[in-house]
C-alpha cells in the first residue's frame, strides 16, 4: 500500500515554490507579492545602504578626501534633476499606464521610445557640458575647498557624470517594469548600486584611494539600475528604437 505524502513536507514543497516563483523576474506580481518583495528589498537596500556609510567611514573616516567625495555627487545629481527630473517618475508613467490601460500597445511602445530618445540625447549634452565646465560649476558651491581638496573634487565630479545616463534610462526602463507589475528587478537595483561602491572600495582603495567609490559607483548604476532592467525589459521585446523623421519609432519588435 503506497504511504500517504506527509503533509509537513508538503507544505514545505508548496512555499517553496511559491517563494521561488515570487523571486522570478518577470513575474507579473499581485499586490500582495509585490508588497512583500517591496518591503524586503527596501529593508535590505537600507542595510546594504548602512554597511556602505560604515565601509566609507572604516576606511576613509570625517576626512576633507571623505568631504570631497560627497561634494562630487553634488552636480551629477542636479545635472539629472535639472534636465530630467519628473519625466520618469510622473508624466511618462502616467501616459504609459493609461495607454496600457486601454490596451493601446503600440502607442505605448513609441512614448517609450520617444521619451527614451530625446531625454537621452538632452542629458548626454548636460552630461558633456558638465564635464567641460565642471571646476567652473563646482567653483560656485565649493570655493572654500583647499586646492587639493578642490581638485579631488572635480575629478570625482567627472567621473560620476556618466553614471546619470544609467541613472535616467535606467528609470524609464524600470517604470515600464513596474507599469507591467514586474517589480524584482527594479526593486534590486539599489542594492547592487550600494553593493557596487562596496566592491569598487574594497577591490581598488589601496590603488586608487577614494575615486575607487566613484568608480563603483558608476559601475553599480550601470549594473544595477540600467543592465539588469534592459535584460528584463528586452526578454518581453519591448525596446527603444531611434526616432524617425515624424516623431515616433519607426519599428517595434
Same mark, same amino acid.
Given at each position: ?9 508538503? +507544505? &514545505?514543497?508548496? *512555499?517553496?515554490?511559491?517563494?521561488? %516563483?515570487? $523571486?522570478?523576474?518577470? =513575474? #507579473?506580481?499581485? @499586490? ?55 519625466? +520618469? &517618475?510622473?508624466? *511618462?508613467?502616467?501616459?504609459?499606464? %493609461?495607454? $496600457?490601460?486601454?490596451? =493601446? #500597445?503600440?502607442? @505605448? ?67 515600464? $517594469?513596474?507599469?507591467? =507589475? ?72
Amino acid at each position: 500500500m503506497q504511504a500517504s505524502p506527509d503533509p509537513q513536507k508538503a +507544505a &514545505s514543497t508548496s *512555499f517553496s515554490r511559491r517563494f521561488l %516563483r515570487l $523571486l522570478h523576474p518577470s =513575474r #507579473e506580481h499581485t @499586490a500582495f507579492s509585490a508588497t512583500v518583495l517591496l518591503v524586503t528589498t527596501i529593508l535590505l537596500s537600507r542595510i546594504v545602504g548602512f554597511v556602505r556609510e560604515v565601509y566609507i567611514a572604516w576606511a576613509f573616516g570625517a576626512t576633507k578626501i571623505t568631504d570631497a567625495y560627497l561634494a562630487g555627487f553634488t552636480i551629477p545629481d542636479w545635472v539629472n534633476y535639472l534636465v530630467a527630473g519628473g519625466t +520618469a &517618475s510622473i508624466t *511618462f508613467v502616467s501616459i504609459y499606464t %493609461r495607454f $496600457l490601460a486601454e490596451k =493601446r #500597445e503600440d502607442e @505605448a511602445r513609441k512614448t517609450f521610445s520617444a521619451v527614451i530618445t530625446i531625454m537621452t540625447v538632452v542629458l548626454g549634452i548636460a552630461v558633456i557640458a558638465a564635464e567641460i565646465f565642471a571646476p567652473q560649476l563646482n567653483r560656485l558651491m565649493f570655493s572654500r575647498f583647499t586646492p587639493e581638496q578642490f581638485a579631488l573634487c572635480v575629478h570625482l565630479t567627472r567621473i560620476l557624470l556618466p553614471a546619470q545616463l544609467f541613472f535616467y534610462v535606467g528609470g524609464v526602463v524600470s517604470a515600464v $517594469l513596474l507599469s507591467r =507589475r514586474m517589480f524584482l528587478l527594479p526593486a534590486v537595483g539599489p542594492i547592487v548600486y550600494n553593493g557596487g561602491i562596496i566592491l569598487g572600495g574594497l577591490l581598488f582603495s589601496h590603488r586608487i584611494g577614494i575615486s575607487s567609490l566613484a568608480y563603483g559607483a558608476v559601475a553599480g548604476a550601470f549594473v544595477g539600475i540600467f543592465l539588469i532592467n534592459e535584460m528584463a525589459i528586452s526578454s518581453h521585446s519591448i525596446s527603444a528604437t531611434p526616432l524617425s523623421s515624424n516623431g515616433y519609432a519607426s519599428q517595434f519588435p
